[in-house]
């Protein structure tokens, strides 16, 4: 594990993240640049800096039990500006040196120093024999968009453990020919929540009863973010009446399963939220509407209100917000017409975010050219108060 600790270095103490090789005779130090100067990379073994160098963002290091270290050098996680990948032995001779087109890669170095793996973003992972030259094996992973690796030795033959994150427990290993030899109990489960698409073609009462079982019964904290995303990713957009009806009730049956983590409430929310709305917007016609278009309007402002201050919060007030304005305007009721608009008002100016439409925005200058009072909506009252506004600081 990898932990903060002074170097001195050149007269100067330098507060450095410092990383064990696996035999924990070598350490590399490292810490990365600012706006005012480079970097730091140090081998260390025991208390005898080896060596130092002044590399401009040393993001990913690593070293081997024979001294060898590596370091990608690249500016900010994200950004495709390419990374240089360098390889020292401990007597700081350079013994690698390339600049690849990729972005923030995570990188290891084998127990020889024969072989490293560079894991970009959003690209395969590659195994490298740095003493030939070659690329050794490409390898493709489908549950995260990039992995930290860490060779190990197994039976004399050099492997890789890939993880989410520094510090956390393997997911998976490879050898060098690219076969999974091993595996966690959660990488088959995070390989399927990464593929799988709630729409709806499938079974939302079995599988949701499925994914709730499956966050409740696991300590991964990777694994419950993967879970709750896929319910914020559902796609409703093609579910008929009785299909949202099914998403509805199989959420709700699970919604308190999600309420230990705060995000994880505001995604099974947003999709509660966009589900009534589907059901309340399939229920215009005309002038006249029952009790229940009503009942679905305030149901998923509720759930809305859950997910702010994030922008589909906004965004789905907004929406049921114009949908309940869009029908008091039919039935000639402009002063709750306008009280609707004028909370959508308030949320672009609570959260400084466009979310009036040019329709909207007409009804508004209409109403108010016209004199209209606003009125409290009679079926509902206020969706978003000032009030429930101002909690949002």
Not at 102 to 126: F, N, Q
Not at 294 to 310: F, K
Request: glycine share 6%; net charge negative.
């Amino acid at each position: 594990m990898p932990s903060w600790k002074p170097v001195r270095l050149g007269g100067q103490k330098v507060e450095m993240v410092v990383l064990p090789s696996n035999s924990g005779e070598f350490e590399v130090a490292s810490r990365y640049g600012s706006s005012d100067e480079d970097g730091y990379v140090a081998l260390l073994q025991g208390d005898t800096v080896c060596w130092y160098q002044r590399p401009s963002d040393p993001r990913s290091v690593d070293v081997s039990d024979a001294g060898y270290t590596i370091v990608a050098d690249w500016i900010e996680y994200g950004e495709s500006t390419g990374a240089n990948i360098s390889v020292w032995d401990k007597s700081q001779s350079h013994i690698y040196e390339d600049h690849l087109d990729v972005s923030a890669p995570t990188v290891a170095i084998s127990a020889d120093g024969d072989l490293i793996i560079i894991c970009p973003y959003g690209e395969p992972a590659r195994i490298l024999d740095i003493q030939r030259n070659i690329e050794v094996v490409r390898h493709e992973y489908d549950i995260a968009d990039r992995l930290v690796p860490n060779w190990i030795t197994v039976d004399g033959e050099p492997h890789v453990e890939f993880r989410q994150k520094t510090g956390e427990d393997p997911l998976y290993r490879i050898d060098t020919n690219d076969n999974i030899i091993w595996h966690s109990d959660s990488f088959e489960s995070l390989q399927y929540y990464r593929i799988v698409t709630l729409d709806h073609t499938i079974p939302w009462t079995d599988v949701i009863g499925d994914f709730a079982a499956d966050y409740a019964d696991s300590d991964d904290s990777e694994l419950k973010n993967t879970i709750a995303n896929t319910i914020g990713n559902a796609r409703l957009v093609d579910s008929n009446r009785n299909k949202l009806e099914e998403i509805v009730s199989a959420l709700r049956s699970v919604q308190g399963t999600f309420t230990e983590h705060e995000a994880h409430e505001k995604l099974v929310s947003q999709v509660l939220g966009e589900a009534y709305y589907r059901l309340a917007h399939g229920l215009r016609s005309g002038v006249s509407v029952d009790d229940q278009f009503w009942q679905l309007i305030n149901q998923s402002a509720v759930e809305y209100r859950t997910v702010l201050p994030w922008y589909e919060g906004k965004q789905g007030l907004s929406k049921a917000l114009r949908l309940q304005a869009n029908q008091y305007a039919k039935q000639k009721r402009r002063g709750e017409a306008l009280c609707c608009y004028e909370q959508i008002e308030a949320l672009e100016t609570r959260f400084d975010v466009n979310l009036l439409s040019t329709g909207d925005k007409n009804r508004l200058e209409e109403y108010r050219q016209k004199n209209v009072s606003a009125m409290d909506p009679e079926e509902t009252g206020w969706l978003i108060r000032q009030t429930q506004l101002s909690s949002y600081e």
